[in-house]
């Protein structure tokens, strides 16, 4: 099953995806062209795993980590499918990563890996969108390399566990502008959805609604004002967000030295 969220009518409405229309609970049809899609649940936690494909470490000239190397990105950066991604002024280089996103479905703490898909509700698309300019050795990777409002999209729907089958062997890949850009599979993953979520569910306790994004195959490439991005993931689907520029900055603190 396909479950969404959307807004239309002045409400945020909840239901699943069938035969090209969003049904909602009440059992009210609505059509994808005419409402606003929103992430597929709300979440209090967005965990990322970088480094998470050899290409993508190799890419970026870094050893493939030792441990899984978790990120948390902000639940102020989620848009959903069709929202617009605003590129901060300034910036001399932004990208896409296309990644399989599992959701939790129970809170859940210490599980050992081969119970771990058991706490999956399901499945998205997320696009863990960068700036690398503000990327560097000190700290890796900086809230101000992936954390900006609008760096998540994710959607367009979460796919449940049942419809969507084995996450280990699943392709994704990357357009721009209809190019394709970046193209993985997940049987590439350095450390697996198993093992993410025990080592996860390690350090803090996973609750329903939140993510971890898997990481992302080699491929990146700049992305500009009027550029529009399009996330695949077989099984799930496609997630499209335009790219324009943002507004003006006003905190003056980030400076090189």
């Given at each position: 099953?396909?479950?969404?969220?959307?807004?239309?009518?002045?409400?945020?409405?909840?239901?699943?995806?069938?035969?090209?229309?969003?049904?909602?609970?009440?059992?009210?049809?609505?059509?994808?062209?005419?409402?606003?899609?929103?992430?597929p649940?709300?979440?209090?936690k967005?965990?990322?795993i970088?480094?998470?494909?050899?290409?993508?470490?190799?890419?970026?000239?870094?050893?493939?980590?030792?441990?899984?190397?978790?990120?948390?990105?902000?639940?102020?950066?989620?848009?959903?499918?069709?929202?617009?991604?605003?590129?901060?002024?300034?910036?001399?280089?932004?990208?896409?990563?296309?990644e399989?996103?599992?959701?939790?479905?129970?809170?859940?703490?210490?599980v050992?890996?081969?119970?771990?898909?058991?706490?999956?509700?399901?499945?998205?698309?997320?696009?863990?969108?960068?700036?690398?300019?503000h990327?560097?050795?000190?700290?890796?990777?900086?809230?101000?390399?992936?954390?900006?409002?609008?760096?998540?999209?994710?959607?367009?729907?979460?796919?449940?566990?049942?419809?969507?089958?084995?996450?280990?062997?699943?392709?994704?890949?990357?357009?721009?502008?209809?190019?394709?850009?970046?193209?993985?599979?997940?049987?590439?993953?350095?450390?697996?959805?198993?093992?993410?979520?025990?080592?996860?569910?390690?350090?803090?306790?996973?609750?329903?609604?939140?993510?971890?994004?898997?990481?992302?195959?080699?491929?990146?490439?700049?992305?500009?004002?009027?550029?529009?991005?399009?996330?695949?993931?077989?099984?799930?689907?496609?997630?499209?967000?335009?790219?324009a520029?943002?507004?003006?900055?006003?905190?003056?603190?980030?400076?090189?030295?």
């Open positions: 099953m396909k479950l969404a969220r959307w807004a239309a009518d002045g409400r945020i409405l909840q239901g699943c995806y069938l035969d090209n229309k969003l049904i909602a609970t009440d059992g009210k049809e609505y059509d994808v062209e005419n409402i606003i899609m929103l992430p649940v709300t979440s209090s967005i965990i990322g970088a480094l998470n494909f050899a290409d993508h470490a190799a890419e970026l000239s870094l050893a493939k980590p030792e441990l899984p190397a978790i990120f948390l990105k902000p639940t102020t950066s989620l848009i959903g499918h069709r929202g617009t991604v605003l590129m901060p002024p300034g910036s001399q280089y932004m990208h896409y990563e296309v399989l996103v599992a959701i939790i479905g129970q809170k859940c703490r210490n050992k890996a081969e119970h771990a898909l058991d706490f999956v509700a399901g499945y998205t698309i997320g696009n863990d969108v960068t700036v690398r300019d990327i560097g050795n000190y700290f890796r990777p900086p809230l101000i390399g992936k954390g900006w409002d609008t760096f998540g999209p994710c959607g367009p729907w979460m796919v449940t566990p049942d419809e969507f089958g084995d996450p280990s062997n699943v392709e994704i890949r990357a357009y721009v502008n209809n190019e394709l850009r970046q193209q993985g599979n997940t049987r590439d993953l350095i450390y697996s959805l198993p093992e993410m979520i025990e080592y996860c569910s390690m350090i803090m306790t996973l609750e329903p609604g939140d993510q971890i994004w898997t990481g992302t195959p080699k491929g990146l490439s700049h992305v500009y004002p009027g550029d529009v991005m399009r996330m695949e993931i077989d099984g799930i689907g496609a997630l499209e967000n335009p790219v520029l943002g507004p003006n900055l006003v905190c003056n603190m980030h400076r090189n030295k």
